[in-house]
């Protein structure tokens, strides 16, 4: 069996896939099996799948029918063989070193998790890097540090940014939880915070994310499917279920959801869509489980201005026509120019 397999789910991405399987045949390591599944593409993506698996043994292709992210990383993880799981997504690449590094830490930290650095690329050009909150090696083994560390940094969500041993992997049926696409990552890591032992962060930046301006969380477009609290709500009975955090941690976690929640209505303001759509967006921010008995229990505060309390507080209260026409002057005054 090799001691690493490499999860990539594909679909659509024929013109970064011959970059992103290169960065896996120049590893410094070579036992590895890399295990591309072809999430019903419509472009050349499955045909290169095919030319790269009849080129070399190690690397798997399996075709499927479209069913999302989610679907697809499971399906890759009840195909992998290896002690190690890593996921590489299709339009990204690894460091030559990456899993090298990754056995060097588990060994010397004796992890059964190894969290990496990540860089942020757009058309060739870094735009940030992110890695361990003390640039050297963090130790975790204790079930609350690592959920403090997931839940409270939305810089370590990413599921590709950890490596964990397959042993751990696969003894939570998240199948209902398919059809959630923002997120789907944390969704997943649960599972790693429940069954691992230790984990350590290591400095090194070992993966590239090629951004994507059009992606669901960065682009300007109504999405129908943007606004939910499903996977916060998994993760708080997670957390409460398990026992994982203490009334502190929670209110800490509070304060950060109640700040994203903030940020996520001031998005409204830049959708291209009429106000009565925008209003219907923030009904169901209101209504959402997650907003009305976790985050609005005890009022707005935490790392907001004047305005964003007083917005925050409008739509606790419902006035969101009132509420929007707040943060619709602030926002104009900010970017010098009309809102519509």
């Given at each position: 069996m090799p001691e690493f397999s490499i999860l990539c789910p594909v679909y659509n991405v024929e013109k970064y896939l011959e970059d992103c399987v290169r960065s896996v045949l120049n590893q410094t390591v070579k036992d590895y099996e890399l295990i591309l599944v072809d999430d019903g593409s419509?472009?050349?993506?499955?045909?290169?799948?095919?030319?790269?698996?009849?080129?070399?043994?190690?690397?798997k292709v399996f075709h499927k029918p479209n069913e999302g992210l989610f679907a697809t990383r499971r399906f890759a993880l009840k195909k992998a063989e290896g002690d190690w799981i890593v996921h590489l997504d299709s339009d990204d690449w690894l460091e030559p070193n990456t899993l090298e590094r990754i056995r060097e830490a588990s060994k010397k930290y004796d992890a059964d998790?190894?969290?990496?650095?990540?860089?942020?690329?757009s058309e060739g050009k870094v735009i940030d890097s992110t890695n361990s909150p003390d640039d050297s090696a963090v130790v975790i083994d204790d079930k609350r540090s690592f959920s403090r560390l997931v839940f409270l940094?939305?810089?370590?969500?990413?599921?590709?940014?950890?490596?964990?041993?397959?042993?751990?992997?696969?003894?939570?049926?998240?199948?209902?939880?398919?059809?959630?696409?923002?997120?789907?990552?944390?969704?997943?890591?649960?599972?790693?915070?429940?069954?691992?032992?230790?984990?350590?962060v290591i400095p090194d930046?070992?993966?590239?994310?090629?951004?994507?301006p059009?992606?669901?969380?960065?682009?300007?477009?109504?999405?129908?499917?943007?606004?939910?609290?499903?996977?916060?709500?998994?993760?708080?009975?997670?957390?409460?279920?398990?026992?994982?955090?203490n009334d502190e941690d929670f209110e800490d976690f509070r304060k950060y959801m109640e700040?994203?929640?903030?940020?996520?209505?001031?998005?409204?303001?830049?959708?291209?869509?009429?106000?009565?759509?925008?209003?219907?967006?923030?009904?169901?921010?209101?209504?959402?489980?997650?907003?009305?008995?976790?985050?609005?229990?005890?009022?707005?505060?935490?790392?907001?201005?004047?305005t964003e309390?007083?917005?925050?507080?409008l739509i606790k209260k419902s006035y969101h026509h009132l509420m929007f026409f707040c943060l619709k002057e602030k926002m104009e005054m900010l970017l010098g120019k009309k809102i519509i």
């Open positions: 419509t472009d050349s993506s499955a045909s290169i799948c095919d030319r790269y698996a009849s080129e070399y043994p190690f690397i998790c190894v969290i990496y650095g990540l860089r942020r690329v940094n939305g810089n370590l969500n990413s599921l590709c940014r950890k490596a964990a041993k397959r042993e751990n992997l696969g003894r939570v049926d998240f199948s209902p939880y398919f059809h959630i696409s923002k997120g789907e990552d944390q969704v997943q890591t649960l599972e790693i915070i429940q069954y691992s032992n230790r984990a350590v930046i070992l993966y590239n994310y090629r951004f994507n059009r992606s669901i969380t960065s682009h300007k477009e109504y999405h129908p499917g943007i606004v939910t609290y499903e996977k916060e709500e998994l993760v708080l009975d997670f957390l409460k279920n398990n026992g994982f955090f700040y994203w929640l903030n940020m996520d209505i001031m998005r409204v303001l830049f959708f291209r869509i009429p106000f009565s759509q925008k209003k219907k967006w923030l009904d169901e921010y209101s209504d959402a489980k997650f907003v009305r008995e976790f985050i609005a229990r005890k009022g707005y505060h935490g790392k907001l201005s004047e309390k007083a917005a925050c507080l």
